[in-house]
């Protein structure tokens, strides 16, 4: 039972251009959630995570956006670089984020010159 | 600052076989989790501990333990080995007094003959 779902295996963006990665979950015990970024042969990076009592944060060039009564949030990169070629996974988790997450699969963004 | 350290980078196993590997947290971080991450997926939560308890567990079955230290560091054994423990493992750390994301280290390739 895939609790996270990250439906785009891949994407395509131009460089300046807005990126968009799409997560959607289906616990509704999930109260926090984060998007890691993971370069080949490194670790998954912390990117940015919201908390279930906000709709929106932002930090720097990235924004989640958070919709709870679809169950549903995106990643938004403005403007896009090439530097931000990678996987990027989304996380949910319950509790406030003290225990495990849960990952989707991952979109592999390619930001195109 | 030394972020998460794994190690072995990569091992190379044959079926039956046993295997441990180790993870030294984030300084300052007091709670150790392990996660798998097979190939084309994202990473699966193993277990987490904290003061040298496993504290939650996910869907993996008994070959798969760990052990805590007093200094925080960690250990993951799997006995048994299968064709299909070929993966990435994981180790993430984190102060379970705080909201702050877990931070990863670069995993251990584990390769299964």
């Known amino acids: 039972d895939q609790q996270v779902k990250q439906n785009s295996p891949s994407l395509s963006v131009q460089e300046g251009r807005i990126s968009i990665l799409n997560c959607d979950y289906t616990?509704?015990?999930?109260?926090?959630f984060l998007w890691y970024k993971k370069y080949p042969a490194e670790g998954p990076t912390f990117l940015i995570s919201i908390s279930s009592i906000k709709d929106k944060n932002e930090d720097g060039r990235f924004t989640v956006f958070l919709n709870k009564s679809a169950k549903h949030l995106s990643l938004h990169i403005v403007p896009s670089q090439p530097g931000d070629s990678a996987v990027y996974f989304c996380?949910?988790?319950?509790?406030?984020?003290?225990?495990?997450?849960?990952f989707g699969t991952g979109t592999r963004l390619k930001v195109l010159a | 600052d030394a972020g998460v350290t794994q190690s072995p980078t990569h091992l190379i196993k044959t079926r039956g076989q046993q295997v441990t590997l180790r993870c030294s947290p984030k300084s300052g971080h007091d709670t150790v989790s392990w996660y798998q991450q097979a190939l084309g997926q994202g990473p699966q939560f193993i277990f987490q501990y904290y003061e040298e308890e496993e504290r939650q567990r996910g869907n993996f079955p008994d070959r798969f333990s760990g052990h805590q230290f007093p200094n925080y560091s960690s250990e993951l054994n799997v006995n048994a080995l299968l064709l299909g423990d070929s993966a990435l493992y994981l180790c993430?750390?984190?102060?379970?007094?705080?909201?702050?994301?877990?931070?990863f280290g670069d995993g251990t390739r584990l390769s299964i003959l």
């Open positions: 996380a949910a988790s319950a509790h406030s984020g003290t225990y495990k997450y849960i």
């Open positions: 993430a750390s984190s102060l379970v007094s705080s909201n702050q994301p877990q931070h």
């Open positions: 616990n509704s015990m999930f109260d926090y």
